[in-house]
């Protein structure tokens, strides 16, 4: 099945910043990468998502890029504001495949004021 | 559109007992998940369902079952609860990507 891990596992940095993380898969026929966000409390919701056929999505603040030769993908977030601060999970699935979804252990983001 | 729904939103259990968590969609998808999260901890998939009939195992399907009787509801029973199960438990669809119930924050004692 597949492999799914996350780094880092913690993250603080100073408002304003950038953020980056980082995950990794191992089914080299995932073709679908999420990030989720969950506030405290809260349910995971998509924040972006990219598919196999582009390297890299940018939506405001947040991207996403994307190497499938590594098999790995990364979460990118410019100007990092307070409420930014969360837990950010990935899950890269094959999409038309019904199989088990499995997510990362998740990346906590502290941002400092 | 309510999305997907959870009952209840909160128990408490106490050892030994049983008791069944409710899931339900309005998004006609096919796919849904049940998934467990301890506190500070990642998301682990107990069983998922392809398809109104079809139940498969997940990560830690121990000490769970499963019921998909049609396309709208997917239950998650626990016959014998246990301390360790105390978690919240997030029910999630998936169509090209997974929308999640607000969870049931489950204790047991």
């Known amino acids: 099945g597949e492999n799914v891990e996350q780094h880092p596992s913690t993250l603080s940095v100073q408002e304003g910043d950038s953020a980056v993380i980082k995950c990794t898969y191992s089914?080299?026929?995932?073709?679908?990468f999420p990030w989720y966000k969950q506030e405290l409390g809260k349910r995971p919701q998509l924040i972006i998502d990219i598919r196999s056929n582009v390297g890299e999505k940018k939506d405001q603040r947040i991207a996403v890029t994307l190497n499938k030769t590594a098999k790995h993908f990364s979460l990118h977030i410019t100007e990092t504001q307070p409420e930014d601060s969360a837990v950010y999970f990935c899950a890269p699935f094959v999409m038309n495949r019904d199989d088990k979804i499995i997510f990362g252990k998740g990346t906590r983001l502290h941002i400092l004021p | 559109n309510a999305g997907v729904t959870q009952t209840p939103k909160f128990q408490v259990l106490k050892t030994g007992q049983s008791m069944t968590l409710q899931c339900a969609q309005d998004m006609n998808h096919n796919s849904m998940y049940w998934y467990r999260q301890d506190p500070g901890m990642g998301l682990r998939l107990i069983y998922y369902s392809a398809s109104e009939g079809t139940t498969d195992k997940g990560e830690v399907p121990n000490g769970y079952n499963v019921s998909r009787l049609n396309k709208r509801e997917f239950s998650l029973r626990l016959e014998s609860a246990a301390p360790s199960q105390t978690s919240v438990y997030f029910c999630a669809t998936k169509t090209d990507t997974q929308y999640f119930g607000p969870g049931t924050r489950l204790t047991v004692l």
């Open positions: 089914d080299s026929a995932s073709n679908y």
